[in-house]
């Protein structure tokens, strides 16, 4: 269960970033050109076969600064129900940091704490060098190559956002959380009318490939993902339905809080 939620976590890493450029700027307060306002808080409700998983919050916190550079800041949380915390208790936090443009990560954290397991990962995208370094529990990895305009599978859902979509697009890029590197694949398939707690809403509906994905996925002859995103200006990820080798799992939303 724990893994499919955190593949939530990448549903929109199947995205494009190659030869594509975002006239976006998180600091920016123009709403007509930024999709998405520190302050906005998407808060999701989880739910693995028949059973309430737990919640996903997604924010966009004010701009800060790394290494001396300005840089947007995005926070994702995952918590397991009441229910679930009786057996295994989720709580995970994850950070991304990117250029006020938003078109390619900086940093990348996650802290994860599972049952009782625990363990934290920091990746450094270092640009001058082309590299991405994995670091876990203070121990680091040799870099690795990443490809420009690579995002972390955090930032990644908010450059999405940033991106005009219509049926039939296919979108490609490189993701990475440091330890490989992916082209991802995704395809816009048809305009929907999609209801979620949150309300209803016109979407997009999006299937993303999953053949790299691993996790969940891996070795699967009944995988399939599929991504609902609004059709308005904000691309909010409105509902997540897939199934994979451990049964079905969904994201939908429930709240919206807008930045300002």
């Known amino acids: ?45 989880l739910h693995w076969k028949f059973i309430h998983a737990g919640t996903a919050v997604f924010k966009v916190l004010p701009a800060t600064e790394l290494n001396g550079r300005p840089a947007c800041h995005f926070l994702l949380t995952v918590r397991t129900s009441p229910f679930l915390d009786l057996f295994y208790k989720v709580r995970d936090r994850v950070e991304s940091f990117t250029d006020l443009d938003v078109t390619h990560s900086l940093l990348y954290k996650k802290e994860q704490r599972e049952g009782k397991y625990e363990r934290e990962v920091i990746v450094t995208y270092d640009w001058e060098k082309q590299t991405a370094q994995y670091e876990k529990d203070g121990v680091k990895r040799p870099p690795i190559f990443v490809y420009p305009g690579t995002f972390d599978p955090l930032a990644i859902i908010y450059f999405i956002r940033t991106q005009e979509f219509y049926p039939g697009k296919v979108l490609m890029g490189p ?16 305009r929907q009318k999609v209801k979620v707690p949150a309300g209803k809403f016109k979407a997009f509906r999006i299937e993303p490939e999953v053949n790299q994905m691993g996790g969940v996925f891996k070795r699967s002859a009944t995988t399939d993902l599929q991504v609902w995103m609004s059709a308005d200006k904000r691309k909010i990820p409105l509902k997540v339905r897939g199934m994979a080798r451990l049964g079905s799992f969904s994201a939908l939303l429930a709240s919206i809080e807008p930045g300002s």
């Open 175 to 190: 993701v990475s959380s440091g330890r490989r590197i992916i082209i991802g694949r995704l395809r816009v398939v048809e």
């Open 1 to 45: 269960m724990t893994r499919k939620i955190r593949m939530l976590l990448c549903v929109a890493g199947m995205a494009a970033v190659l030869g594509l450029r975002s006239g976006t700027s998180c600091a920016a307060a123009d709403e007509a050109v930024l999709p998405f306002q520190p302050g906005e808080t998407l808060t999701y409700s």
